[in-house]
Nanobody
């Protein structure tokens, strides 16, 4: 059974930084794109950042220049460095991993940015 385990969420002040990490465990042949999505109360889930197995990245407009995604293909991990955090970054952040067969999702980790 494939599991995605997220860590690193928490409470931070405006302007601060957090680093989220996600580890994929279980029997899986290969992962394609890995990424992070977020969902704030009353809003739809949105892409934060994604990275292909070859290292090509894609960022949501709201986080460009502030967040950086990275991955370790050998360890099946993906991380998100979040800098210059704003109150509007408050949300539950979900790790996502795509295989050829299906998508996998983590349980989510809360990020709260206080002003």
């Amino acid at each position: 059974q494939v599991q995605l385990v997220e860590s690193g969420g928490g409470l931070v002040q405006v302007g601060g930084s957090l680093r989220l990490s996600c580890a994929v465990s279980g029997s899986i042949f290969a992962l394609n794109t890995m990424g992070w999505y977020r969902q704030a109360p009353g809003k739809q889930r949105e892409l934060v950042a994604a990275i292909t197995s070859g290292g090509t990245t894609n960022y949501g407009d709201a986080v460009k220049g502030r967040f950086t995604i990275s991955r370790d293909n050998a360890k099946n991990t993906v991380s998100l460095q979040m800098n210059s955090l704003k109150a509007e970054d408050t949300a539950v952040y979900y790790c996502n991993a795509e295989s050829a067969a299906r998508d996998f999702w983590g349980q989510g980790t809360q990020v709260t940015v206080s002003s």
